[in-house]
């Protein structure tokens, strides 16, 4: 029971990440692609302070119940394969979460605080990279997950 409502936090938090990233990848970036960089970028901070603050949670609830959930498991049984993978692309996703939320965010926020929007489109150009690269890990964390339950 305990493990199985682990399980739900994992993927409810693995939803609000991965989820949230590919809502910003796919549809609100192509969407204000049109407006103008001042009110673009403006309105593209605005989005990114509030979805890396609640993603932020999530992170941490997906690394803590997989934890629970390796060590729960591990009293019972051998650690599949897949598991292990999933442990090693789920640090990896945090690290990059960690790089665009305190690094990459960071000089985007000057940057419109400052009103200086080509230091604002330079900075969303790696911002953009990396959610891209995390969102492509996190499908393949799915795949690796639910696959590697043969
Ligand atoms: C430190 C990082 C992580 C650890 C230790 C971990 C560990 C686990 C464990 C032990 C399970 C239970 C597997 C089962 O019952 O078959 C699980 C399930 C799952 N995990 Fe993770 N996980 C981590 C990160 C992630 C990430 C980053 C994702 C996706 C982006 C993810 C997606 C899933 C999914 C979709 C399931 C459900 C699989 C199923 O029941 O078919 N996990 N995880």
Redo the contacts with the bound molecule.
């Keep these: 029971m305990t ?1 199985v409502l682990l ?1 739900l936090i ?2 409810l938090a ?1 939803v609000l ?2 989820g949230g990233m590919a809502f910003a990848h796919f549809f609100l970036r192509p969407a204000v692609q049109p407006l103008e960089p001042p009110q673009r970028l403006a309105l593209m901070q605005r989005v990114l302070q509030r979805f890396l603050a609640a993603a932020g949670w999530a992170v941490l609830a ?2 803590a ?3 629970a ?2 060590g729960l ?1 591990r009293a019972s049984a051998a ?2 394969l ?2 292990s993978a ?2 090693v ?3 990896l ?2 690290a990059i979460y960690a790089h665009v939320r305190f690094v990459l965010f960071p000089r985007l926020v000057r940057a419109v605080e400052a009103s200086d929007w080509p230091a604002a489109g330079t900075a969303m150009a790696p911002l953009r990279a990396w959610v891209g690269t995390n969102l492509g ?3 393949l ?2 795949a690796v ?2 696959l ?2 043969g």
């Design positions: 493990f399980k994992h993927v693995v990440w991965v997906v690394l119940s997989g934890v959930l390796l498991a650690m599949p897949a598991w999933m442990a692309l789920g640090v996703m945090a890990l996190g499908a964390t799915i997950a639910i590697g339950r």
